[in-house]
């Protein structure tokens, strides 16, 4: 039932796009609520229910008020109808490739709860995780301090040698994220021991993290590849349409209005350019780009392998020449360098308008691995927190662009390494001793 409807909802929103992309979007976010509804049960996808609250929050509502009310970005003008029917379509062959890669995909079992056992499930070490939390929360603080007070990334740095992104990684996130993901381990191990002390350790890590997630730079994306797998964790397998919400209500709802409030006085957006936020503004990008600049012969893969050399120096990333955001037919259209370019278009100028498509079936097939990962009865382990900051990281990475959203991924693994390298278990339940004394049949 579910695959049928989403197809023909793709067909409908694509017959709706081809007469006014402001209603293609529009049937985009009816499609996506149909599958948000279709997926709230406990067996579904956790990667296809974060999926779907992604398109619903950046890909279907925001563009068509945009378009509706011809709102521009970075002073790029407004778009022709066509180009954003163009990019519409680029979106739902994105789409398309996820489903397809799901065809024939049974559900995940339905989560059970009670079925863990406790002595199994707890870390091993929360004195510590703590410890950790302690030295990471006065690194993030005392190391290069100067990166903890940039808001978006370094424009510059002396001579043009040094790698941002590696900077960026080792010297700002990574701290703060390693408090994070201590937090978030601490808090499972507090939720399913209910002891006074774990409740203890996992209050001291949430304080230590508020210190050295001060000052915040990027605060968007550390609270979302630092406390979202908590709430990954926490509702993915049973309170499913409260995550959905909580994903396009903090982002959707209260990014607007810290927007309007923290960025009046430094970029003057006032109540006339409410709601619309520049966070919004990936699919205006991408219908900008394929009005103003040539469109190139197929890259083949040198694109994406361009955007995902993001952490090589400078001298050494891989076809730099093949940065759509440094042509300068874009740079000469659009006041912002950064721009949000979602990876599936840089897929559509390597690999033609299959790109999307192939992308989109090569991402869903490897959060397939991912989504058999997250079991809320899991122990706390590396594998088992990387799981859940990748599931995290999929709602920045959907927006892009990938310089803006792979340090965050990169810090969050690493930090989930960390963490899950401190939470090894120290002993087996009873169970598994028993079941491994048994003779094999």
């Not at 381990?185 to 006074?196: D, E, G, S, V, Y």
């Not at 774990?198 to 605060?219: D, E, M, Y």
């Not at 927007?259 to 503004?281: A, C, H």
């Not at 890259?299 to 990333?317: E, I, Q, T, V």
Request: aromatic share 12%.
């Amino acid at each position: 039932m579910r695959p049928l409807s989403f197809w023909s909802g793709i067909v409908c929103a694509m017959l709706c796009g081809f007469v006014d992309p402001v209603w293609g979007y529009a049937a985009v976010a009816v499609l996506s609520l149909v599958q948000l509804s279709m997926l709230g049960g406990s067996g579904g996808s956790v990667f296809l229910l974060i999926h779907y609250a992604a398109i619903l929050t950046y890909f279907s509502i925001a563009p068509a008020m945009q378009i509706a009310h011809d709102l521009e970005f970075w002073d790029a003008g407004v778009m022709r109808t066509e180009s954003h029917t163009q990019a519409l379509m680029l979106l739902l062959l994105y789409m398309a490739g996820i489903e397809a890669a799901r065809l024939g995909v049974p559900d995940a079992p339905e989560h059970l709860p009670g079925r863990h056992d406790r002595q199994l499930v707890g870390v091993a070490h929360p004195l510590l995780l703590l410890l950790s939390c302690s030295l990471a929360a006065f690194a993030s603080l005392f190391i290069k301090p100067e990166l903890n007070f940039v808001a978006r990334g370094v424009v510059g740095m002396a001579g043009g040698e040094d790698n941002v992104p590696i900077d960026f990684i080792f010297y700002s996130t990574l701290p703060k994220l390693v408090v994070l993901m201590c937090f978030v381990a601490l808090a499972i191990h507090a939720a399913r021991r209910r002891t006074p002390w774990s409740w203890c350790a996992a209050c001291l890590a949430f304080g230590l993290a508020i210190a050295a997630a001060n000052p915040v730079n990027t605060a968007r994306q550390v609270l979302l590849i630092g406390l979202l797998p908590l709430l990954i964790h926490a509702l993915g397998r049973s309170r499913r349409w409260l995550l959905a919400g909580t994903i396009f209500g903090a982002i959707a709802g209260l990014g607007p209005v810290l927007n309007l409030l923290s960025r009046g006085s430094m970029w003057g957006e006032e109540l006339r350019t409410f709601p619309f936020s520049q966070d919004f503004d990936a699919m205006f990008v991408v219908a900008g780009i394929l009005e103003r600049a040539p469109i190139p012969d197929l890259g083949w893969g040198r694109y994406l392998l361009s955007a995902f050399s993001f952490f090589l120096p400078r001298d050494l990333k891989m076809f730099p020449e093949f940065d759509p955001l440094g042509w300068s037919a874009i740079l000469g259209n659009f006041s912002q360098s950064n721009l949000s370019l979602p990876p599936f278009t840089t897929a559509y100028f390597d690999f033609g308008l299959a790109g999307p498509a192939l992308f989109g079936f090569a991402i869903s097939a490897g959060f397939r691995v991912v989504d058999r990962a997250v079991d809320p009865n899991r122990p706390v382990s590396g594998a088992y927190l990387s799981a859940l900051v990748l599931l995290a990281a999929y709602v920045p990475f959907m927006r892009g662009p990938i310089l803006g959203w792979g340090p965050f991924m990169v810090s969050g693994l690493l930090a989930a390494a960390v963490a899950g390298a401190l939470s090894s278990r120290a002993r087996r339940s009873p169970a598994r001793i028993v079941r491994q004394g048994l003779p094999s049949a």
